[in-house]
Structures are given as C-alpha cells and as structure tokens.
C-alpha cells in the first residue's frame, strides 16, 4: 500500500505509511420550523470530505520504510510548504484502497521530537471539487454550462492518466499500450522523474503518470 501526492508531473510518495488514516464526510443540512408541523431537517448536499495524515519524514534508511531513496526530510517539508502556499490543486491517492481525490492543503504543521534529525508532521488535506460555471450565449441567449473550472492553481485531471506497474510491465510495453508506440517510452520517463532513475527499470506497484 502506498500514499502519494501529485501536482501534474511532480509526484511524492510518503516513505513512511502511516499507521492508520481515515477519510471524513459529511452533509450539509439545515434545520427550518414549517406551521403545524414543527421543525423540520433539509439536506443540501455532500460537505467537502477531509484527512488528516500523521507521520514522519525519516532522515535515515529504516527497515520499515515503504522505499529507498527518498528525499531528505526538509525537502520533503519544503515541497509541502510550497504546495500549500501557492494553493495547488492536489490528487491524493492511497493505492489498493479506493481513495483517489483533488484535494488542498488546508494546514502543514513539522517539528522534531528527538535527536534523530527525523522531522515529524501532521498534514491537514480537503477535498477540491470542481464547479460549473453558466454563461449566456450571446447569438442565441440559450445558456450554457462550463465544466471543470478550476477556482485555484492546479492542473486538468482529463489531460494525464496513471498506471499501477503489475509483473511483466517495461517502459516499451507501456507506451505501446498508452501511445501506440513503444518508441515514445521517454515520455513516461520524463513524466516520472521521481522515481524513474535509471532507464528501463520499473518496480511493480509504482503508480506512474502517463502524460
């Protein structure tokens, strides 16, 4: 199982699972009095749904970590940050789970508690949804509806696709599959930068971006 954060073509993944996580939801409702009948309920729709993620960013190799090579923990915090500053949209993803959503980062908070040099983090994620913005046709006044119309910074989900690597699965096999073409691999090399070091060699169960 994996966790991961992509903004476009910048991916991350967290080295360190947490030990639990949970997705909150809600609706929204509000209540109303009616004459004779009393107070009644009204429901307007789902809330934005929101997690919270507690970890660590470790400053060594240990033995539980999900995998090797990772960044150092300040440029884990300093990617976050940035994220957060410049209010991008975000897609988090929990692979084997069916949590796959836009979000934002509402709240980043680090520290270190011991003398391990590991920062520690508890990051506050909320559900982004797109909205549909109506505007009037000026030849004929019918109004029309704009979909997917990003309020903040982000990036088009339509315009990219992700792939689980399982067994069997190369570079060659992937853009055949997805372009048509094996000899376009490339493109899925520079898309995931990442994680992609060495030319050719994908692990199963990375998730990668298919530009």
């Known amino acids: 199982m994996e966790m991961w954060l992509r903004q476009s073509n910048d991916a991350f993944r967290f080295p360190i699972f947490p ?73 988090y993803i929990i692979t084997e789970t069916d949590v796959n959503m836009e979000v934002i980062i509402e709240s980043f908070k680090h520290g270190k508690q011991d003398g391990t040099n590991d920062v520690y983090f508890t990051l506050s994620l909320k559900e982004y949804k797109r909205i549909q913005i109506p505007s009037i046709n000026s030849s004929d006044g019918k109004i029309e509806v704009v979909k997917n119309v990003p309020v903040t910074k982000g990036f088009e989900t339509g315009k990219q696709k992700t792939h689980k690597v399982v067994k069997g699965d ?4 992937l853009s055949q599959k997805y372009y048509g073409n094996g000899d376009l691999y490339e493109k899925i090399v520079e898309a995931n930068k990442e994680l992609i070091k060495t030319a050719d060699i994908i692990k199963e169960g990375w998730v990668l971006i298919i530009p």
């Open 19 to 91: 030990a639990s996580f949970e997705i909150s939801g809600n609706i929204n409702t509000s209540t109303t009095n009616v004459l004779r009948l009393g107070e009644v309920i009204i429901c307007g729709g789902t809330g934005l749904r929101t997690t919270e993620i507690s970890s660590f960013f470790p400053s060594r190799q240990y033995h539980f970590c999900n995998y090797k090579d990772f960044p150092q923990p300040y440029d884990c915090v300093n990617k976050l940050k940035r994220w957060m500053e410049q209010g991008l949209i975000l897609r």
């Open 170 to 173: 190369n570079l060659w096999s």
